[in-house]
Each structure stands twice: as C-alpha cells, then as structure tokens.
C-alpha cells in the first residue's frame, strides 16, 4: 500500500507537468501501411517468439553478464526483423496485426529492462546476478533509469532515492 500509494502519487505528478504525446493521421496511416505490406515479409508471431525465447533464455531469473549482454545482440537483430515485419488481411479480428504493431514496444520494454539488469551489478529481491551474487549497500540508495532518445537509443543514468521517513523506516525494520 506504502509503495502504491508513492507510486499513484508521483505518476499522477509526472502526467500534470508532462504534456499528453499526439501523433499525427500521416503518421499513423504510415504505420499501418507499413503492417500490412505482408507478401514476403517475416509474420509478427515468429518474431515474438523468437524475443519471449532471448529474454527467458538469457535474462531470465538467474542472470549473468555475458548472457544479457548476448542478449543484447539479439534484441539489435530481432529491431531488424520487426522493422520489415508484414501482416496480410484487416484490421479487424485480426491478433496478427496488433501483434505487428506491439513489436516495437515489446523490444523497447526489452531493451530497458536487459540494460538496467547488465548496469546492476549485485543481487536484490527477485534481480539475482550469480555473476554478483550479494547485495551493494550503494546500488541501494538509487534507482536505475532508462530513458529513449530521439533516435532510439537508450541513456541510462542513476537517480538517488529520497530519504525513507522514519515512520516507514521503523516498519520495516520491526518486519524484518
């Protein structure tokens, strides 16, 4: 409740001073044309699979450098194919279609979550590095964050975390 109600909080923060994103109508029918150029282009379903098999092989609940950073090879190979994915058909009824369109947030979202777990260097709650194995008092005090850039690459920095006020501080440690 602690950690949702903070969360709710600072979200509801974050949409008052950031403005609501827009896109325009070229660009969106630009990005439907683009999945539904189907012919010989790879289907949506084999690239999926192929990103839920990277993630759950190389990033999974035990983790290491030198997998995550394989993975990140991948996730580059796996942007190319999604980039030149094809679906025939409609829009409507049609999961094909909405699977295209998702890609690109799937591996976004990837992405993110294999490069904060490779600047990560310890293990913490369900973050398990054998590589690392034990906890980093410092890595405890700020929080990784990824941000996109312009042209899609990722910019990770390290935001210190606020203070604990007491009376929450004294919860958990009476807990644990």
Known sequence: LVFGE???????????????ASVDGVTLEAAEATAFEGGQREGPYDIEK????????????????SEMTAALERLTDLHKRASAVGVTGNREYNPGWHTALD???LLTVAEAVTRAAVARQESRGAHFRSDYPDKDPAAGRYNQVLE????????LSQV?????????????????
Do not use: C
Request: no cysteine; net charge negative.
């Open 6 to 20: 903070r969360a709710g909080r600072y979200a509801a923060a974050f949409a008052t001073e950031h403005p609501t």
């Open 50 to 65: 192929d990103l839920q098999d990277t993630m759950q092989d190389l990033v999974g609940i035990v983790r290491t450098e």
């Open 103 to 105: 890609l690109a947030n």
């Open 148 to 155: 996109q850039a312009d042209d899609g690459t990722m910019k």
């Open 160 to 176: 210190p975390i606020p203070e604990m006020r007491a009376d929450l501080q004294q919860i958990i440690e009476e807990m644990g």
